[in-house]
Nanobody, 121 residues
Framework: VQLQASGGGLVQTGGSLRLSCAAS????????MGWFRQAPGKEREFVAA????????YYADSVKGRFTISRDNAKNTVYLQMNSLKPEDTAVYYC???????????????WGQGTQVTVSS
């Protein structure tokens, strides 16, 4: 599975961004999807995950209530809607995919190239 993330950018505190991740190469609905992020000098951390049909989602406590993960299997795309952004959300965001619904485990089989999100204070 090839993953291409987009939608990152610079936004002010309290603003919103929507990340997209387009998948290709395999049957998209066979894969659970997720997002991780990594800030400079920090370890990579789980953000959100979504099951194969989209019927189940799971979030890190730090983003719960502010971020929403969704997917459109007809478009082979997963989204991350990010609202009420904070400076601590600044990171490179990575789209991930795996046949298993791994939730916050970071051993997903496929990783995208990352997209930078910067939140200014």
């Amino acid at each position: 599975v090839q993953l291409q993330a987009s939608g990152g950018g610079l936004v002010q505190t309290g603003g919103s961004l929507r990340l997209s991740c387009a998948a290709s190469g395999r049957t998209f609905s066979d894969y659970a999807m997720g997002w991780f992020r990594q800030a400079p000098g920090k370890e990579r951390e789980f953000v959100a995950a979504i099951s194969w049909s989209g019927g189940s989602t799971y979030y890190a406590d730090s983003v719960k209530g502010r971020f929403t993960i969704s997917r459109d299997n007809a478009k082979n795309t997963v989204y991350l809607q990010m609202n009420s952004l904070k400076p601590e959300d600044t990171a490179v965001y990575y789209c991930v995919a795996d046949r298993e619904y791994l939730l916050l485990q970071d051993d997903y089989d496929y990783w995208g190239q990352g997209t930078q999100v910067t939140v200014s204070s």
